[in-house]
């Protein structure tokens, strides 16, 4: 099967007002999937929701009521996903120790449970979903889960502790994820994404953002949102890519600042 033959089914993006998750979006409703847009910006969210004629739902993925109440939203008007894209992230910065003081449980706290514990129950509640809806011939697939990793999950420079923890957390839950689902026939792979131009980019200075595309090998500059959706189109299509994570950086290795 390829992806044509998912067209019509449903699928959920976390963060996907804004940045990689709005382009695997656009990019899966132009595949043909009802899409539904899971983020805590309302006013975006509808917005961009209705501009690819698909459904919002305010819902805060750490969590797991708020997930709950979102995929309930999801099954009552779309049906229950075939795929699930966990884009929802943030990058808060902060050292071990820094000016004689420990890094803030309260910012590493944050961030573990928007990036790893989010992705995490989006997955598990969306895969129990998927469970229940019957195999796509000819392999027995159900679904397809994408969890966003990063490229700091292997280079994590200065002051990405909390950041870089999250990350590693989502490279290590793909394989056992993957294998806990292959009887069920849903796979579950993960992208690991370099520099690219996201809302947090586009704030730097034009100057800045051309540096940091120049230190990406090839091509040298920052990556577009529209390749990651690219990405996350090609792993639905492929069928034996499973328990894989695919770093998407121009063959960037980070330098510890």
């Known amino acids: 099967m390829n992806l044509a033959d998912w067209a019509g089914s449903t699928a959920i993006v976390t963060g996907g007002a804004s940045g990689l998750g709005a382009a695997s ?3 899966l409703a132009k595949a043909g999937f ?4 899971f983020d805590l910006n309302e006013e975006k969210g509808t917005s961009y929701a209705q501009e690819i004629d698909g459904i919002f739902c305010k819902v805060d993925v750490s969590d797991p009521a708020s997930v709950k109440a979102g995929m309930d939203k999801v099954v009552a008007e779309l049906g229950a996903p075939r795929v699930m894209i966990n884009c929802a992230g943030i990058g808060l910065a902060g050292k071990t120790v820094s000016r004689g003081e420990p890094h803030t449980f309260e910012l590493f706290d944050k961030t573990i449970r928007i990036n790893l514990i989010g992705s995490f129950n989006c997955a598990s509640q969306a895969a129990a979903l998927m469970c229940e809806l019957d195999p796509m011939e000819p392999d027995g697939a159900r679904g397809v889960i994408i969890n966003t990793a990063s490229v ?14 999250s990350k590693g957390g989502i490279v290590g839950m793909t ?6 689902l292959a009887d069920k026939g849903v796979r579950v792979c993960s992208i690991a994404p370099g520099l690219f131009l996201t809302p947090l980019l586009e704030s730097l200075p034009e100057d800045v953002q051309t540096s940091l595309g120049q230190q ?3 091509p040298s500059r920052l990556g577009q949102p529209q ?15 499973n328990g894989e994570v695919i770093r998407l950086d121009g063959a ?6």
Do not use: T, W
Not at 227 to 241: R, S, T, Y
């Open 252 to 257: 960037i290795r980070m330098a510890p600042r």
């Open 34 to 37: 009802k899409v539904a847009l």
């Open 152 to 165: 700091a999950a292997f280079d994590g420079q200065i002051g990405q502790i909390a950041y870089s923890a």
């Open 227 to 241: 390749e990651f959706g690219k990405l996350v189109c090609h792993i639905i299509d492929n069928p034996m890519l």
């Open 175 to 180: 394989l056992p994820m993957a294998r806990d």
């Open 216 to 218: 990406v090998p090839f």
């Open 25 to 27: 979006a656009s990019a």
